[in-house]
C-alpha cells in the first residue's frame, strides 16, 4: 500500500520500499521509526520504556498527515522530489504557537534525501537522518566530552564509547525540542550551521524520540519519564569517598581508613581498586593480599564505611572461568581473526596478555558473571560496585570485528555499558538489595534506571581538564543521568609536592564538594610503577597549607548532605540534575544561556568555581528574577548583574538564593 495511512493509532507512510512511522510516546512525545522495507521492527535493543497510553490525534488528507500528542505537532507534507516523485518531509511544530521546533531538509534531485539508507550487508544499513539547522540555536546534553563546551552546536559528536568520552545521543536545544537517537549504532552527530546529521553506520532501522517543553526542566522530566528514573540515592553516598591508584592490600586499605577516623575526617566510602583480583575472570580476591574479606568489611562497617570494589568486564585465558565461558558461548567474539580483544597485564604474569571480554548482551553471560561476583564480593557483605573499563575498552577500537549475542558490534556495542550494569542492577535486586551504586565509566541513554552513577574517566590533573568537566559534567546531567563525579585532581599525572598541583588540587576539592558525587581519586606522579599503586592520594597528601583547606571543605559536604538528599529525591522523582547550567532554573533571562562556567547546585545555590591557575577572583553573573546572599560576606545582592567576586585560595565563590538558608559556616 502506498501513501498514508493509521494503523493501531499511529500514522503509517509507505513509498518505493520506505516505510514511516510516526506514535506518541510519552507526555508531549513522539517516536519516529522508519525501514527499507514494509515492517518496523518492535524487538530491537534500545532504551525507551514502554509509554503511557496518550490520546493523540492523527489527521489524513491528500497533501499532508498530521500527528498531535500535547505540547507537540508532527507535520508530514509531501512535496515534488523531481526524477524521485514525492517525498514525505517531517516538521515537528509547537502545539501552543505553531511556531518550527524542527524539520527534515528538503529532499529534491539530486541531493540526498532527509532519510537516507545504504545496504552495508545482509538486514543493516548506513542510516543518515538530516535536519535544517537554525542560527539561534543552542544544543546541550549529549552525554559527556572532553571538548570543553557546554553549547555544542557547530561541533561533530562521535557517537562511540570510550574512556572518557561517553555516547548518550539525547540532547536538549534551547528552541524547546528534545532528541534521543534511539540506535546504540557507532555513528556521529554533526551538529552543523547547515544542516544537522545524524549517522548510524550500521542499523536495521531508522529511530528517534522527540519530546517538546516550554523550560529544559519540563524537557528533562519527559525524556526521563521515558527512559526510567534513576533511585533515590543511598544516604551514605552523599559523603566523601576515599580512593587511590591502588591499595594493594587488607592492611594497606584497613590502614588509610582508620587513619581519617583518628583525624576525626568523614568518610562515607573506601575503593577496592584493580589488581585485587586472582586472575581478570575470577571476579575474587587474591587471597595473599586479602586474607579475610569479610572482616575488612565488617570492621570498615562499625566506621560507618562502604567498601566499593572495582569489577572489569574482562577475563584472561588464565582464568578459571574462561574454559566455561568460552564453551558456553558467553564471550565477545570477533567476525575473523583471533578472538582476542585487549592487550593487558595480568596478576603474577610477566609481559602481556590478551584477555576477552564477557558479553553483556547475552542475558545467560549476565546472570554467570553476577553469580561470580556474588560468591566472590557480595556474600562478603560488599554491596557497591565500580565498572571500570566497560565501553568496552576494545584495543583495536574495531566494532565492525566484533560480534556479541545481539549482533554486529557495529550496529550496538553502544548499549554495552548498559547493559554491563543491567547485569549488577538484577543481581542486586534479586538478592533484595536496594538502594545501592554501580559506579560506571561509560553509560548510554536509560543506564540511570539501572542505579548507575558516571565518573569523567582518566583525565589529566590539569587546570584545562579542571575546565572541561565543568561543562561535561553540566552536558551529562542533561542527559539524564543525576549521579554524577570526576576524579578530583585529575587521574593522570599531579605530583603531590609541586604547587601548580597543590594549588590543583584545593581548587578541584571546591568544585568537588558540589557534584553530586564527592569523591578522591587519582593515580599521582611517583617514581612507583603507577600499576603497582601510583602516587599518595589521601586527604592529608598534599601540604598543611592544602590539607587545611581541603579539611573544611570536607565539612562542608557533611553539612550539606541534607540539601544533597533533597537534591537527590528530586532527581529520583522528577528527573532533575542536582548540578545544572544556570538556564535550567532561570529560562527567561538570556545572559544564563550564554553562561558555561558556573552552574547550580539544586534551586538555592549559585556556584562559580576557580578554573584557572593564579586566580584570586572572578567574574560571577547573579540570575535576574531573584535576590542573592554572598555565602561568605553575608551580604545580599540585587540578581541580574555582572560581580567581581574575590577568590582568595581558601574560598570558592558561593552565592544562595534569597530567601533561604544553608548551613555554609560551621
Known sequence: MQGFRLRDGKLIWERDHETVQIEPWGQDSLRVRAAMGPEIRDDLPGALLEPVTMAAQIEIDEEQAIVRNGAIVARVCLEPNGL???????????????????????????????????????????????FEAYDDERIYGLGQHQHGRLDQKGCVIDLFQTNSEVCIPFLVSSRGYGLLWHNPAIGRVELGQNQTRWVAEAAQQMDYWIT??????????????????????????????????????QDELLSVAREYKRRSLPLSVIVVDFFH?????????????????????RELKEMGVEVMVSIWPTVSPRSRNYDEMRRRGLLVRTERGVSTLKPFREVGCEGTVYVH??????????????????QGYHQHGIKTWWLDACEPEI??????????????????MNIYPLMHARAFYEGMRAAGEEPFVSLSRSAWAGSQRYSVAVWSGDIRSTFEALQAQVRAGLNIGLSGIPWWTTDIGGFIGGDVDAPYFRELIVRWFQYGVFCPLFRLHGARAST???????????????GDEAYAIIRELMFLRERLRPYVMELMRQAHEEGTPPMRPLFYDFPADEVCWEIDDQFMFGPDLLVAPVLFE???????YLPDGTGWRDAWADEELAGGQWIEADAP??????????????????
Not at 602516587?535 to 598534599?542: H, I, K, L, Q, V
Not at 593564579?614 to 560571577?620: D, I, K, L, N
Not at 565563590?653 to 530567601?659: F, I, S, T
Open 614 to 620: 593564579g586566580a584570586r577572583s572572578r567574574r560571577v
Open 528 to 542: 612507583a610503577d603507577w600499576w603497582d599503586t601510583g602516587g599518595p592520594n589521601e586527604a592529608w597528601s598534599f
Open 395 to 412: 584495543d583495536p577500537q574495531d566494532a565492525e570485528n566484533l560480534r556479541f549475542h545481539l549482533g554486529n558490534g557495529l550496529a550496538l
Open 84 to 130: 524521485r516523485g514525492i517525498a514525505a518531509r517531517v516538521h515537528f511544530l509547537d502545539a501552543a504557537t505553531g511556531d518550527e521546533l524542527l524539520a527534515e531538509v528538503p529532499s529534491y534531485f539530486p541531493r540526498p534525501s532527509a532519510r537516507q539508507f545504504k545496504s552495508v550487508g545482509g538486514d543493516l544499513f548506513h542510516i543518515e537522518a538530516r
Open 357 to 374: 571480554f564477557y558479553d553483556a548482551t547475552n542475558p545467560e553471560a549476565r546472570s554467570f558473571v553476577w553469580e561470580q561476583v556474588h
Open 212 to 249: 517538546a517543553g516550554d523550560t529544559p526542566a519540563t524537557i528533562v522530566a519527559n525524556y526521563a519519564d521515558t527512559t526510567g528514573h534513576a533511585p533515590l540515592l543511598p544516604t551514605w553516598a552523599a559523603g566523601f569517598w576515599q580512593c587511590k591508584l591502588r591499595y594493594r592490600t
Open 277 to 297: 583480583w586472582s586472575k581478570q575472570g575470577d571476579w575474587q580476591f587474591d587471597p595473599e593480599c586479602w586474607p579475610d574479606p569479610a572482616a575488612m568489611v
Open 649 to 666: 585560595l581558601e574560598r570558592i565563590p558561593l552565592y544562595v538564593r534569597a530567601g533561604r538558608a544553608l548551613p555554609i559556616h560551621p
